[in-house]
């Protein structure tokens, strides 16, 4: 049996749900963070479609003096470069993110048109996850982000390297900077990963083009 829900969910009006989209929300916010797009993604066609926004747990975050706040994981730093990462962390939210997969299957989604999707922190576990699945998805979202753990994936990853992944980050991002999401996408890549890139002229956020790209991209692998 699967634990309890702990989040929003939102289901576009057309019809039942036949696909499911897993959306994790970044670093201090919660599962309503990401909600208001689906409306909007519906408008631009995703239809038939089911939306879990978790909560991430609440947990002490170093950057934030320790203070708890819904985190993903631990950040120590904010220098990428020397910064320790929380393997821990990672670890327990990816099994969360199994464990929402496993709800979806139980309640009649297949598992090939479900997708993981996640902001900054969300999207680093969207990635991490997607990096090791034993079962094929229909893909991952990756927005304004970074592949964690990046020197385990040469030994860690799935055979699964055919899942289709929609990267996107902006050229103004002072949180995660471009040059990090530019060298996780290439060391994806490099890995045998299909990664469908994009840059907007934006900071750590979202803008209407990246809507309207994810909308395109969605209808494109769950239809």
Aim: proline share 4%.
């Amino acid at each position: 049996m699967t634990k309890p829900f702990d989040g929003v969910e939102l289901t576009t009006s057309d019809s039942e749900p036949k696909h499911a989209v897993i959306w994790l929300h970044g670093l201090g916010a919660d599962g309503n963070d990401f909600a208001p797009l689906v409306p909007e993604l519906e408008k631009l066609g995703v239809k038939s479609t089911r939306f879990i926004f978790p909560h991430a747990p609440l947990r002490s975050v170093t950057i934030n003096a320790g203070m708890e706040m819904r985190a993903w994981y631990d950040i120590t730093s904010l220098d990428f470069d020397k910064r320790e990462q929380d393997e821990t962390g990672t670890q327990a939210s990816m099994q969360i993110v199994l464990d929402l997969i496993q709800r979806e299957i139980e309640r009649g989604i297949k598992l090939e048109k479900i997708v993981i999707a996640g902001f900054s922190q969300g999207g680093a576990i969207a990635l991490h996850t997607v990096t090791r699945l034993t079962d094929k998805i229909a893909g991952a979202i990756a927005l304004s982000t970074y592949l964690p753990l990046a020197e385990k994936l040469n030994h860690e990853k799935s055979q699964h390297t055919d899942i289709p992944i929609f990267m996107a980050h902006g050229v103004e991002d002072d949180v995660i900077k471009l040059k990090y999401a530019e060298a996780s996408r290439q060391q994806l890549e490099e890995n045998g990963y299909k990664v469908e890139w994009h840059t907007y002229q934006m900071p750590h956020s979202v803008n209407m083009q990246e809507l309207e790209d994810i909308a395109k991209w969605l209808i494109s692998n769950l239809h």
